[in-house]
């Protein structure tokens, strides 16, 4: 379907900002979204957050970023286009610096959306795309923020958002890339604490199905396959993975010197802080095995903006 109108969902994330371009298409009597072209950029806005604001390096990454999106947006109407914030920019106390250069950079609005909203949108993107009238936990590990959410088919049932990320992590408790085990017990316990604030309500209701959503998940999923790290070569995510590539983060003691199969170079400085937030939900929630979805956020906005037109 060619001549289908396209739209275009812009994730200004935590570790990396994200274009989307897509347009609805019929398949087996049912409308879905065919993805056109995704563009990505690592900006790291969560590494820039010094002392609650976004520092000169992370402010510029994201400008330069959104121009190049911009570009490739141009002539398409506002009403097709959604941009939208998350944890960092919530956080960040000069967000309006940093919005008012990001919207001309861009050529679009761009909206600051909270942790409950983008639990919303995630469960929609998955939903849409993984149907089945199951009860699911999905799990939103980004930079800056954690989505917890609990659902069934397209109905949401629970959500919370959790200001911990794997780039806040990372910088936080694996400085530069090095990896001791004093510090990854520390980062754990540190997210077990948070994750067990919510815990009871969520095994109360119970699920049949766990998905990881974001790009930490994917990357997770992508190394633990191509390393046979998981229990009996499964795919997805396993707990026993999960300890086996800590392990071996352990060994080399800094990111840097990781020679693993299917870790592109730019994830490297987000996988210790992904990891451990992982291991800690596993834990917390009695996780045995994840299945990893691509659709998530993006998947979500574009939902939203291809149902109102």
Same mark, same amino acid.
Do not use: C
């Given at each position: 379907?060619?001549?289908?109108? $396209?739209?275009?969902? +812009?994730?200004?994330?935590?570790?990396?900002?994200?274009?989307?371009?897509?347009?609805?298409?019929?398949?087996?009597?049912?409308?879905?979204?065919?993805?056109?072209?995704?563009?990505?950029?690592?900006?790291?806005?969560?590494?820039? $957050?010094?002392?609650?604001?976004?520092?000169?390096?992370?402010?510029?990454?994201?400008?330069?970023?959104?121009?190049?999106?911009?570009?490739?947006?141009?002539?398409?109407?506002?009403?097709?286009?959604?941009?939208?914030?998350?944890?960092?920019?919530?956080?960040? !106390?000069?967000?309006?610096?940093?919005?008012?250069? @990001?919207?001309?950079?861009?050529?679009?609005?761009? !909206?600051? +959306?909270?942790?409950?909203?983008?639990?919303?949108?995630?469960?929609? /993107?998955?939903? &849409?795309?993984?149907?089945?009238?199951?009860?699911?936990?999905?799990?939103? +590990? /980004?930079?800056?923020?954690?989505?917890?959410?609990?659902?069934?088919?397209?109905? #949401? #049932?629970?959500?919370? *958002?959790?200001?911990?990320?794997?780039?806040? =992590?990372?910088?936080?408790?694996?400085?530069?890339?090095?990896?001791?085990?004093?510090?990854? %017990?520390?980062?754990?316990?540190?997210?077990?604490?948070?994750?067990?604030?919510? @815990?009871?309500?969520?095994?109360?209701?119970?699920?049949?199905?766990?998905?990881? *959503?974001?790009?930490?998940?994917?990357? %997770?999923?992508?190394? #633990?396959? @191509?390393?046979?790290?998981? !229990?009996?070569?499964?795919?997805?995510?396993?707990?026993?993975? $999960?300890?086996?590539?800590? %392990?071996?983060?352990?060994?080399?003691?800094?990111?840097? &010197? %990781?020679?693993?199969?299917?870790?592109?170079? &730019?994830?490297?400085?987000?996988?210790?802080?992904?990891?451990?937030?992982?291991?800690?939900? =596993?834990?917390? =929630? /009695?996780?045995?095995?994840?299945?990893?979805?691509?659709?998530?956020?993006?998947?979500?906005?574009? &939902?939203? $903006?291809?149902?109102?037109?």
């Amino acid at each position: 379907m060619k001549d289908a109108p $396209l739209f275009a969902a +812009i994730d200004l994330g935590s570790n990396a900002f994200r274009l989307m371009i897509g347009q609805s298409v019929r398949r087996n009597q049912q409308m879905v979204i065919q993805e056109v072209k995704t563009l990505r950029e690592p900006v790291r806005l969560a590494e820039g $957050l010094q002392g609650g604001a976004l520092d000169e390096l992370a402010l510029d990454r994201g400008w330069q970023a959104l121009a190049r999106f911009g570009k490739k947006l141009r002539g398409f109407e506002a009403r097709r286009v959604r941009a939208v914030a998350t944890s960092a920019v919530r956080e960040a !106390d000069n967000a309006p610096l940093f919005l008012a250069s @990001a919207e001309r950079h861009l050529g679009f609005r761009i !909206d600051v +959306i909270s942790g409950h909203e983008e639990a919303q949108l995630v469960y929609a /993107g998955v939903a &849409h795309t993984l149907p089945a009238q199951n009860t699911r936990l999905v799990v939103d +590990i /980004g930079g800056g923020s954690t989505e917890m959410i609990i659902g069934r088919g397209d109905q #949401l #049932l629970v959500t919370e *958002s959790i200001a911990i990320g794997s780039g806040t =992590f990372g910088a936080h408790y694996f400085h530069g890339g090095r990896i001791v085990a004093q510090a990854l %017990l520390e980062a754990e316990r540190a997210a077990t604490v948070q994750f067990e604030r919510i @815990a009871r309500r969520y095994r109360a209701m119970g699920w049949q199905q766990a998905i990881g *959503s974001s790009g930490t998940a994917r990357m %997770l999923a992508k190394v #633990l396959k @191509a390393n046979g790290l998981n !229990d009996d070569d499964q795919s997805g995510i396993t707990y026993g993975g $999960l300890l086996r590539l800590s %392990l071996r983060l352990l060994e080399v003691k800094h990111v840097k &010197h %990781l020679k693993l199969a299917g870790l592109p170079t &730019h994830r490297l400085s987000i996988l210790p802080g992904g990891l451990v937030l992982m291991l800690a939900a =596993f834990k917390v =929630f /009695g996780i045995t095995h994840m299945i990893a979805s691509e659709p998530g956020l993006r998947f979500g906005v574009l &939902h939203g $903006l291809m149902s109102r037109h």
